[in-house]
């Protein structure tokens, strides 16, 4: 695996376990016997810890895509420039041996 995907390997295994995380704590605290008051600011809490984790989770894959993106600019400008190099070359090769051939048609005639 390279390094990219081994990040984006360990992000998604965080998201699943933070998820995770907060759906067990929901479900605990809606399961529990507790007052109404007491399991709606224990949900209150979980979903903003859920909104904090997602809003990181999101912020990091949107670095790694940014990160990727420049990337894939880096190799597109390669290859464009070895490219148009090798255009270059081949269109002085072409006329090189255009004036070759035109030079030894002349001094056949």
């Not at 090769?93 to 048609?105: A, D, H, L, P």
């Amino acid at each position: 695996m390279s390094e990219n995907e081994d990040r984006d390997a360990t992000l998604s295994l965080l998201a699943g376990i933070g998820i995770g995380a907060i759906i067990g704590a929901v479900a605990a605290l809606l399961l529990a016997p507790k007052a109404g008051a007491d399991t709606r600011e224990g949900i209150k809490t979980a979903v903003s810890d859920l909104r904090t984790k997602s809003e990181q989770l999101f912020s990091d894959w949107s670095a790694a895509m940014e990160e990727q993106l420049g990337n894939v600019r880096k190799l597109y400008d390669e290859a464009k420039l070895k490219l148009e190099q090798a255009v270059e070359s081949g269109k002085k090769v072409v006329t090189r041996k255009k004036e070759e051939s035109q030079q030894e048609e002349g001094s056949h005639a």
